[in-house]
């Protein structure tokens, strides 16, 4: 059974504790998980900070630019200052369903509506065509296919919105590192398991009975990107604005779920599923929907893609947070 070291956990946070005190050393288990309940771009820039890992090089920022009609996603005057800070280029690539970000013309159009343009470069990572790199656990992925302008980079923040999904369960760094990176037709190998590469193929091949088959893939997919740029990846999710539907619903479900802050981590692992406890350890209220989370992530077990991606050694479930407020 997973151990969750709540007792570190509770003390760190009451305590405050800053990265640097000897304290947190000497009391930390497991993967540390920097948090702040403050959302703004400060509090962002600070919990990159925290971090201790300098983002150098060509950067690339892996967001969700979130579908037309839906407002939940990452919002550019929250992230731009992060994005600008450290040179950074806005990464995404297209979808492999219909909507308003299949291709990328249709997909810049969105960009430019959500603002994205305005803060820095945007790379649709696909537009071009795609890569295969490679995988850990070749079960049922021989290979990862990802946007062809990944290798234009050398270092990764991958910047998530925390919230649930329709076939995933939840959406964190995971999914974004996965699902995000992929191409269209990288996106189809993921969901249907390695059955199929041809995103007009997509829903000819999944089936309810493969879903922890398509959990696996998203963390060895995830796991892939990690290998790629050799761990010079950061990880930071942001929960606000927490729907039971993925940014890119175009008509997702009202939110129901009080913001809770920024959690940053270098374990992807550990970040999603501190994400996770945080959100479903929360009292149910009238303004506090806990309890449809709890059946969106439970009904797709969703909990599987943190296991399997614990089980082919890309991080650890257990962690300890910190946080960074004063």
Not at 8 to 26: H, T, Y
Not at 236 to 255: H, K, Q, W, Y
Request: negative net charge; contains cysteine; charged residues 20%.
């Amino acid at each position: 059974m997973r151990k969750i070291t709540f007792f570190a956990v509770a003390v760190l946070i009451l305590l405050g504790c800053s990265p640097k005190e000897e304290v947190c050393a000497q009391e930390t288990q497991g993967a540390v998980v920097y948090m702040t309940k403050e959302i703004t771009p400060e509090a962002l820039i600070n919990i990159y900070k925290a971090l201790g890992v300098p983002a150098e090089g060509r950067v690339a920022v892996k967001i969700s630019t979130g579908e037309a009609g839906n407002n939940n996603h990452l919002k550019a005057e929250l992230i731009g200052p992060l994005v600008q800070l450290v040179n950074g280029k806005i990464v995404e690539c297209n979808t492999a369903y219909a909507g308003s970000r299949m291709n990328t013309e249709d997909h810049l159009k969105v960009i430019e509506e959500h603002g994205f343009n305005t803060i820095g470069g945007v790379d649709i990572m696909d537009a071009d065509g795609e890569i295969k790199i490679p995988v850990r656990d070749t079960t049922y992925m021989r290979y990862n296919i990802v946007g062809k302008n990944l290798q234009n980079y050398d270092f990764m923040i991958n910047l998530a919105h925390f919230k649930g999904h329709q076939m995933g369960g939840f959406g964190g760094v995971l999914k974004n590192a996965s699902i995000g990176v992929a191409s269209r037709n990288g996106k189809t190998y993921i969901h249907t398991n390695g059955q199929s590469e041809d995103y007009t193929k997509l829903w000819d091949y999944i089936q309810p009975e493969n879903q922890d088959k398509f959990l696996e893939c998203m963390a060895n997919a995830a796991a892939a990107v990690h290998d790629y740029f050799k761990g010079k990846v950061l990880y930071i999710a942001v929960m606000n604005n927490m729907s039971i539907d993925c940014d890119c619903n175009g008509n997702p479900t009202p939110v129901a779920l009080k913001d809770m802050g920024i959690l940053a981590s270098t374990d992807p692992v550990a970040l999603d599923q501190a994400c996770i406890d945080l959100v479903l350890g929360q009292e149910q209220s009238a303004d506090n929907d806990v309890a449809s989370m709890k059946e969106r992530i439970e009904s797709r077990h969703g909990i599987h893609t943190v296991e399997h991606a614990e089980k082919i050694g890309l991080g650890s479930r257990q962690y300890t947070i910190i946080s960074i407020d004063k």
